[in-house]
């Protein structure tokens, strides 16, 4: 059996592109603590933003990814409001820069694939990498019926310390209820927590994604669909959810 390889040329400038992006890595340790810092972090930004462009392509989910890092709130990943992050006990700053590092390791990780010989793909072509959502995911799934009250979806949320449950109508899921879609159908629209039924609040289809796939991919449906919150499928089942919470636990390095 044949034994696909990459090209002399194209491995030699996939060399390159590692040890350019580690010594990046490395430089950033600095802002971390681990050494003095010989520029400021705005330059080393920059520079680093251009870095991921050149390698890995303007249109990279992980250049997007180092966007979000240098904004260290759950507010930079999508525009919305649903839930706020669970802390991590961490400092906004501390935050944003141990995303950056996770992010960094992200690039490195995804040009080694770019290196291999046989790189694992998808059925349409890309190339997977970093670690899979289902690794990160919350596999306690929280449901409520669609016939239930807002009042009642409320006090569950509360109760759960969440920011959003499955919606079932006692055969499938149907739906999603966010804490900020209550609120705003409450508080906004004047509706009656005690009679308006999940069913009128909730969002449909809900927004899944496969659990095999790499976070980064999370990180851009979730932007394209406006929410903070996934059900994470395998064989057409969902055995998860992953939120924004998630998601920048990882980048923080807290897991």
């Not at 409450?186 to 095999?212: C, F, N, Q």
Request: net charge neutral.
């Amino acid at each position: 059996m044949a034994v696909r390889t990459t090209p002399p040329t194209q491995r030699v400038s996939l060399d390159r592109s590692i040890e350019r992006m580690r010594k990046q890595l490395t430089e950033f340790a600095s802002f971390l603590g681990r050494g003095k810092p010989t520029r400021s972090l705005e330059e080393f930004d920059l520079e680093t933003e251009r870095l991921i462009g050149d390698l890995l392509g303007q249109a990279s989910d992980l250049l997007h990814a180092y966007e979000y890092a240098e904004l260290g709130e759950a507010a930079g990943l999508v525009n919305m409001t649903d839930e706020a992050p669970e802390g991590s006990g961490l400092d906004s700053q501390r935050q944003s820069l141990l995303q950056r590092s996770r992010v960094l390791e992200s690039c490195v990780s995804e040009l080694e694939a770019r290196r291999t010989a046989t790189p694992k793909k998808t059925k349409i072509g890309r190339i997977l990498i970093g670690p899979q959502i289902a690794e990160h995911m919350s596999t306690e799934i929280r449901s409520v019926s669609q016939d239930a009250s807002l009042r009642e979806a409320g006090q569950l949320m509360q109760q759960w310390k969440l920011g959003s449950l499955l919606v079932t109508n006692s055969r499938a899921y149907v739906g999603v209820l966010t804490d900020s879609a209550l609120a705003r159908d409450v508080a906004a629209k004047g509706l009656d927590p005690r009679t308006t039924t999940v069913k009128l609040s909730m969002r449909t289809p809900v927004a899944a994604i496969e659990g095999d796939r790499p976070i980064i991919d999370a990180v851009r449906m979730m932007k394209e669909q406006a929410t903070r919150h996934l059900a994470v499928t395998q064989d057409g089942q969902i055995i998860g959810v992953i939120s924004v919470s998630n998601i920048l636990r990882y980048y923080s390095g807290v897991v």
